[in-house]
């Protein structure tokens, strides 16, 4: 069953901040974060199903950036049952809202796109998007700290 989806993000050309909203039910899937989105009704065209779950989830019309193409055919395993086409996207009207299945959003800057807990299916593609968008999922490594031996203190003067 396919399952479509955006990846939320401030600016679709120079990408930083990504959208994740965080599921309130299932129980099985509670405070796990995903990419808003949902199943493809029968007959209905994938991008019009994305923008319908975008209004029906968040409140918000979105413009879509590119898709975020999968290893199956051109989109990314979830589970034995679903499988997911993901697209970047824009909010172009309204302000997103957790109006149904989730319970909170939050907009992650760059270099912490891993810093909630996402759910299982979704953290490897997290990992292809942020590479495709050449945003860095970790933050910056902290300078390093002096090693021992290395003070910048003057040696000590000999008698
Ligand atoms: N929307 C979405 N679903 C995901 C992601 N990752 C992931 O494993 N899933 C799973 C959770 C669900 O089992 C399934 C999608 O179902 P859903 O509950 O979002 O679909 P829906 O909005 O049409 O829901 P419903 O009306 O049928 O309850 O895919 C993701 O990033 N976004």
């Known amino acids: 069953m396919l399952v479509v989806a955006a990846a939320i993000v401030d600016d679709l050309g120079a990408p930083r901040r990504l959208l994740a909203a965080r ?4 129980v099985s899937l509670a405070g796990r974060w995903e990419f808003p989105g949902g199943k493809v009704e029968p007959g209905e065209d994938v991008l019009a199903a994305v923008h319908r779950e975008l209004a029906e989830e968040l409140g918000v ?3 879509l950036g590119t898709e975020l193409v999968g290893p199956e055919g051109g989109a990314w395993r979830l589970s034995d049952r679903y499988v997911m086409r993901l697209w970047t996207a824009r909010v172009t009207v309204g302000e997103p809202q957790p109006l149904v299945e989730h319970d909170e959003l939050r907009w992650l800057d760059a270099g912490d796109w891993l810093a909630v807990p996402w759910l299982d299916a979704d953290v ?3 990992h292809a998007l942020a590479r495709s968008l050449h ?11 002096p090693s021992p031996g290395s003070s910048s203190a003057p040696p000590p003067v000999s008698p």
């Open 124 to 126: 490897p593609i997290v």
């Open 61 to 63: 019309e979105v413009e």
């Open 23 to 26: 599921r309130a039910q299932p």
């Open 135 to 145: 945003v860095p999922v970790e933050p910056p490594p902290a300078p390093s700290a």
